[in-house]
């Protein structure tokens, strides 16, 4: 199968220098990797950010790496609670300017898509004023995208305001449908939280797809799992990518396998190879 380029998520990294990740991620023969804006890697609210991402945009070039650039890092706008605030939070003003920088961010790196998504509705705020709220901190991150000629991948998260494909189509809506809004489909979230088969899932969102995260979960449990540890037959899923035409990074998420990134790495593109020639 041709035309399937793969990545790995940074934030299974987390006890790597960056450099040091784009060059494992390099020599184990990935395409890409999913860059997490986080404190150890290119904090985008640290001094010296221009000369951190010409040292990142040189890493890439020298490496041969594809980049999409993710924005789950979990305490790095509040150092007492995980992720706030969200576009959710009456203050949430920081998480605007923050994917604003990682726009920019991402302008600066070619990056082929900047990753985001909605948050958990905090206590005290009605469905309404969430989505309300939603929508317009959308439309300013969309604003800054179209200056920067950026394309978004909106994550449909489970547990989050927007948590499935539907979710996202009601969102798309909302903001009048914007040519550079698109969709980040993770593959385990597909079999956690949707009710179809996972490649219907993105044979659903073909059209719209923009970037892809791929782990293996159980249905109903919100788990990122190692390949072969979870439900998914994936040769089926990896066809289906092929058939939608999607040529975007399909890139591993494994937030909590820090402890054995190499080694996960590199079974995990050692799985995917053997999956997509199955497929």
């Known amino acids: 199968m041709t035309g399937l380029r793969f990545g790995y998520g940074t934030n299974g990294f987390a006890n790597h220098r960056l450099t040091d990740t784009l060059t494992i991620l390099a020599d184990l023969g990935y395409h890409g990797v999913a860059l997490t804006l986080d404190h150890g890697h290119l904090d985008p609210f640290a001094p010296g950010l221009a000369r951190r991402v010409d040292a990142v945009a040189a890493d890439l070039a020298r490496l041969g790496l594809s980049l999409v650039i993710e924005t789950g890092a979990r305490y790095l706008l509040d150092p007492w609670e995980k992720h706030a605030p969200t576009l959710l939070h009456d203050e949430r003003e920081l998480r605007i300017d923050f994917l604003r920088r990682a726009v920019a961010v991402g302008a600066d790196l070619g990056a082929e898509a900047v990753s985001f998504w909605a948050g958990v509705r905090p206590p005290g705020v009605d469905e309404r004023t969430a989505w309300q709220r939603l929508v317009g901190g959308c439309a300013d991150v969309v604003a800054a995208a ?13 547990g989050m305001l927007v948590e499935d494909i539907a979710g996202w189509r009601r969102l798309h809506d909302a903001l009048g449908s914007p040519a550079r809004f698109g969709i980040t489909l993770d593959i385990g979230h597909c079999r956690c939280r949707e009710p179809e088969p996972v490649p219907d899932c993105v044979a659903a969102v073909a059209d719209h797809l ?16 190692p390949f072969g540890t979870g439900e998914i037959d994936f040769p089926p899923v990896l066809a289906a990518l092929h058939a939608a035409g999607y040529r975007g990074l399909v890139a591993v998420e494994l937030p909590r396998h820090s402890h054995a990134a190499p080694a996960v790495a590199a079974r995990s593109i050692q799985f995917l190879k053997a999956a997509a020639r199955r497929g």
Do not use: K, W
Not at 146 to 158: Q, S
Not at 211 to 220: L, P
């Open 146 to 158: 179209e200056e920067h000629a950026v394309v978004l991948g909106f994550e449909p998260e489970p």
């Open 210 to 225: 923009v970037n892809v995260q791929i782990d293996d979960m159980r249905r109903g449990v919100h788990e990122h799992l």
